[in-house]
T-cell receptor, first 109, second 112 residues
Framework: EDQVTQSPEALRLQEGESSSLNCSYT??????LFWYRQDPGKGPEFLFT???AGEEKEKERLKATLTKKESFLHITAPKPEDSATYLC??????????FGAGTRLTVKP | DADVTQTPRNRITKTGKRIMLECSQT?????MYWYRQDPGLGLRLIYYSFDVKDINKGEISDGYSVSRQAQAKFSLSLESAIPNQTALYFCATAETSYNEQFFGPGTRLTVL
Protein backbone atom coordinates (compact mmCIF):
# COMPACT_ATOMS: atom_id res chain seq x y z
CA GLU A 1 0.00 0.00 0.00
CA ASP A 2 1.23 3.48 -0.87
CA GLN A 3 2.11 5.28 2.34
CA VAL A 4 3.82 8.39 3.61
CA THR A 5 4.81 8.34 7.27
CA GLN A 6 6.20 11.25 9.23
CA SER A 7 7.98 11.05 12.56
CA PRO A 8 7.89 12.14 15.23
CA GLU A 9 4.27 13.28 15.48
CA ALA A 10 5.35 16.12 17.76
CA LEU A 11 8.71 17.59 18.67
CA ARG A 12 9.54 20.13 21.34
CA LEU A 13 12.91 21.89 21.13
CA GLN A 14 14.66 24.62 23.00
CA GLU A 15 15.71 27.62 20.95
CA GLY A 16 19.05 26.77 19.32
CA GLU A 17 18.63 23.00 19.72
CA SER A 18 19.07 21.46 16.27
CA SER A 19 17.11 18.38 15.20
CA SER A 20 15.65 16.49 12.24
CA LEU A 21 12.17 15.51 11.05
CA ASN A 22 11.68 12.32 9.07
CA CYS A 23 9.42 11.45 6.15
CA SER A 24 9.49 7.86 4.92
CA TYR A 25 7.55 6.69 1.89
CA THR A 26 6.55 3.44 0.21
CA UNK A 27 5.28 4.42 -3.22
CA UNK A 28 6.23 3.29 -6.68
CA UNK A 29 7.37 5.70 -9.34
CA UNK A 30 8.33 8.66 -7.17
CA UNK A 31 8.07 11.90 -9.14
CA UNK A 32 8.87 14.36 -6.40
CA LEU A 33 8.89 14.88 -2.65
CA PHE A 34 7.59 18.12 -1.19
CA TRP A 35 7.94 19.80 2.20
CA TYR A 36 5.38 22.32 3.42
CA ARG A 37 5.00 24.42 6.53
CA GLN A 38 1.54 24.94 8.04
CA ASP A 39 0.73 27.51 10.70
CA PRO A 40 -2.44 27.09 12.80
CA GLY A 41 -5.57 28.11 10.91
CA LYS A 42 -3.72 28.57 7.62
CA GLY A 43 -3.10 26.63 4.45
CA PRO A 44 0.19 24.79 3.89
CA GLU A 45 3.02 26.92 2.52
CA PHE A 46 5.55 25.38 0.13
CA LEU A 47 9.15 25.00 1.31
CA PHE A 48 11.10 22.55 -0.90
CA THR A 49 10.84 20.06 -3.74
CA UNK A 50 13.29 17.16 -4.08
CA UNK A 51 13.28 15.00 -7.19
CA UNK A 52 16.09 12.47 -6.88
CA ALA A 53 18.06 10.60 -4.22
CA GLY A 54 21.04 12.58 -3.01
CA GLU A 55 19.44 15.93 -3.71
CA GLU A 56 19.56 18.62 -1.01
CA LYS A 57 17.85 22.01 -0.68
CA GLU A 58 18.43 24.75 1.90
CA LYS A 59 16.52 27.78 3.08
CA GLU A 60 17.62 29.77 6.10
CA ARG A 61 17.70 27.32 9.05
CA LEU A 62 16.09 24.47 7.08
CA LYS A 63 17.75 21.82 4.96
CA ALA A 64 15.93 19.01 3.18
CA THR A 65 17.57 15.82 1.98
CA LEU A 66 16.28 12.80 0.03
CA THR A 67 17.20 9.12 -0.16
CA LYS A 68 15.42 6.30 -1.99
CA LYS A 69 13.19 5.58 1.00
CA GLU A 70 13.00 8.75 3.07
CA SER A 71 13.57 12.45 3.41
CA PHE A 72 14.84 14.49 6.31
CA LEU A 73 14.12 18.08 7.19
CA HIS A 74 17.03 19.32 9.29
CA ILE A 75 16.46 22.38 11.46
CA THR A 76 19.61 24.13 12.61
CA ALA A 77 19.51 26.43 15.64
CA PRO A 78 15.73 26.83 15.50
CA LYS A 79 13.93 29.94 16.70
CA PRO A 80 10.42 30.21 18.20
CA GLU A 81 9.11 31.48 14.86
CA ASP A 82 9.98 28.09 13.35
CA SER A 83 7.16 26.57 15.41
CA ALA A 84 4.61 25.08 13.00
CA THR A 85 3.44 21.78 11.56
CA TYR A 86 5.71 20.48 8.81
CA LEU A 87 4.07 18.36 6.13
CA CYS A 88 5.69 16.00 3.67
CA UNK A 89 4.02 14.95 0.40
CA UNK A 90 5.01 12.67 -2.46
CA UNK A 91 3.97 12.80 -6.08
CA UNK A 92 4.08 9.38 -7.75
CA UNK A 93 2.92 7.37 -10.75
CA UNK A 94 1.18 9.68 -13.19
CA UNK A 95 -0.87 12.01 -11.07
CA UNK A 96 -1.05 10.65 -7.52
CA UNK A 97 -0.19 12.81 -4.54
CA UNK A 98 -0.14 11.64 -0.92
CA PHE A 99 0.54 13.64 2.23
CA GLY A 100 1.94 12.53 5.55
CA ALA A 101 0.15 13.40 8.78
CA GLY A 102 2.77 16.01 9.69
CA THR A 103 5.16 16.78 12.53
CA ARG A 104 4.10 19.47 14.97
CA LEU A 105 7.21 21.42 15.98
CA THR A 106 7.34 23.67 19.04
CA VAL A 107 10.43 25.75 19.74
CA LYS A 108 10.62 27.22 23.22
CA PRO A 109 12.60 30.43 23.87
CA ASP B 1 -4.43 39.91 -2.87
CA ALA B 2 -4.24 36.19 -2.22
CA ASP B 3 -3.59 33.92 -5.19
CA VAL B 4 -6.01 31.23 -3.98
CA THR B 5 -9.17 32.25 -2.14
CA GLN B 6 -11.85 30.14 -0.50
CA THR B 7 -15.37 31.02 0.59
CA PRO B 8 -16.78 30.74 3.13
CA ARG B 9 -13.97 30.62 5.70
CA ASN B 10 -16.21 29.13 8.35
CA ARG B 11 -19.53 27.33 8.07
CA ILE B 12 -21.78 25.59 10.53
CA THR B 13 -24.60 23.52 9.11
CA LYS B 14 -26.97 20.72 10.04
CA THR B 15 -27.08 17.09 8.99
CA GLY B 16 -28.78 16.62 5.63
CA LYS B 17 -28.17 20.14 4.30
CA ARG B 18 -26.51 20.79 0.94
CA ILE B 19 -23.32 22.80 1.20
CA MET B 20 -21.08 24.35 -1.45
CA LEU B 21 -17.52 25.48 -0.85
CA GLU B 22 -15.95 27.71 -3.47
CA CYS B 23 -12.39 28.22 -4.61
CA SER B 24 -10.94 30.84 -6.96
CA GLN B 25 -7.38 31.30 -8.14
CA THR B 26 -5.45 33.97 -10.00
CA UNK B 27 -2.29 31.93 -10.65
CA UNK B 28 -3.43 30.78 -14.08
CA UNK B 29 -2.92 27.11 -13.19
CA UNK B 30 -4.89 24.39 -14.92
CA UNK B 31 -4.66 21.92 -12.05
CA MET B 32 -6.92 22.40 -9.02
CA TYR B 33 -7.45 20.16 -6.00
CA TRP B 34 -9.76 19.75 -3.02
CA TYR B 35 -8.45 18.25 0.23
CA ARG B 36 -9.83 17.66 3.69
CA GLN B 37 -7.67 17.78 6.79
CA ASP B 38 -8.47 15.92 9.99
CA PRO B 39 -6.32 15.84 13.13
CA GLY B 40 -3.78 13.01 12.93
CA LEU B 41 -4.72 12.09 9.36
CA GLY B 42 -3.05 14.80 7.37
CA LEU B 43 -4.42 16.04 4.06
CA ARG B 44 -6.53 13.63 2.02
CA LEU B 45 -7.42 14.25 -1.61
CA ILE B 46 -11.14 14.45 -2.43
CA TYR B 47 -11.18 15.49 -6.11
CA TYR B 48 -8.83 17.02 -8.60
CA SER B 49 -9.20 18.65 -12.00
CA PHE B 50 -6.73 19.17 -14.81
CA ASP B 51 -9.00 21.46 -16.80
CA VAL B 52 -12.68 22.32 -17.16
CA LYS B 53 -13.48 19.01 -18.84
CA ASP B 54 -11.20 16.74 -16.81
CA ILE B 55 -12.32 15.90 -13.26
CA ASN B 56 -11.04 12.95 -11.27
CA LYS B 57 -11.88 11.27 -7.99
CA GLY B 58 -9.32 11.27 -5.24
CA GLU B 59 -8.80 9.03 -2.23
CA ILE B 60 -12.05 9.97 -0.42
CA SER B 61 -14.65 11.19 -2.95
CA ASP B 62 -17.75 9.44 -1.53
CA GLY B 63 -20.31 11.97 -0.32
CA TYR B 64 -18.75 14.82 -2.32
CA SER B 65 -19.12 16.25 -5.80
CA VAL B 66 -17.28 19.03 -7.65
CA SER B 67 -17.78 21.49 -10.45
CA ARG B 68 -15.09 23.26 -12.49
CA GLN B 69 -16.90 26.33 -13.75
CA ALA B 70 -13.84 27.93 -15.36
CA GLN B 71 -10.08 27.62 -15.26
CA ALA B 72 -10.08 29.82 -12.18
CA LYS B 73 -13.02 28.34 -10.24
CA PHE B 74 -13.48 24.94 -8.62
CA SER B 75 -16.36 24.22 -6.26
CA LEU B 76 -16.88 21.37 -3.80
CA SER B 77 -20.38 20.26 -2.82
CA LEU B 78 -21.68 18.11 -0.03
CA GLU B 79 -25.08 16.96 -1.26
CA SER B 80 -26.32 15.85 2.14
CA ALA B 81 -23.89 16.78 4.90
CA ILE B 82 -23.19 14.35 7.74
CA PRO B 83 -21.29 14.94 11.01
CA ASN B 84 -18.18 12.98 9.98
CA GLN B 85 -17.65 15.51 7.19
CA THR B 86 -16.74 18.03 9.86
CA ALA B 87 -13.19 19.02 8.92
CA LEU B 88 -10.92 21.68 7.51
CA TYR B 89 -11.17 21.87 3.71
CA PHE B 90 -8.41 23.21 1.48
CA CYS B 91 -8.31 24.08 -2.18
CA ALA B 92 -4.97 24.02 -4.00
CA THR B 93 -3.59 24.74 -7.46
CA ALA B 94 -0.48 23.59 -9.32
CA GLU B 95 1.18 24.21 -12.64
CA THR B 96 1.71 20.49 -13.24
CA SER B 97 1.24 17.28 -11.27
CA TYR B 98 4.94 17.34 -10.41
CA ASN B 99 5.16 20.90 -9.13
CA GLU B 100 4.43 22.32 -5.71
CA GLN B 101 0.84 23.12 -4.85
CA PHE B 102 -0.42 26.51 -3.69
CA PHE B 103 -3.08 26.33 -1.01
CA GLY B 104 -5.97 28.54 -0.07
CA PRO B 105 -6.61 29.62 3.52
CA GLY B 106 -9.09 26.82 4.18
CA THR B 107 -12.75 26.47 5.13
CA ARG B 108 -13.63 25.17 8.56
CA LEU B 109 -16.86 23.18 8.18
CA THR B 110 -18.88 21.92 11.12
CA VAL B 111 -21.84 19.59 10.55
CA LEU B 112 -24.12 19.26 13.56
Amino acid sequence: EDQVTQSPEALRLQEGESSSLNCSYTVSGLRGLFWYRQDPGKGPEFLFTLYSAGEEKEKERLKATLTKKESFLHITAPKPEDSATYLCAVSYNNNDMRFGAGTRLTVKP
Amino acid sequence: DADVTQTPRNRITKTGKRIMLECSQTKGHDRMYWYRQDPGLGLRLIYYSFDVKDINKGEISDGYSVSRQAQAKFSLSLESAIPNQTALYFCATAETSYNEQFFGPGTRLTVL
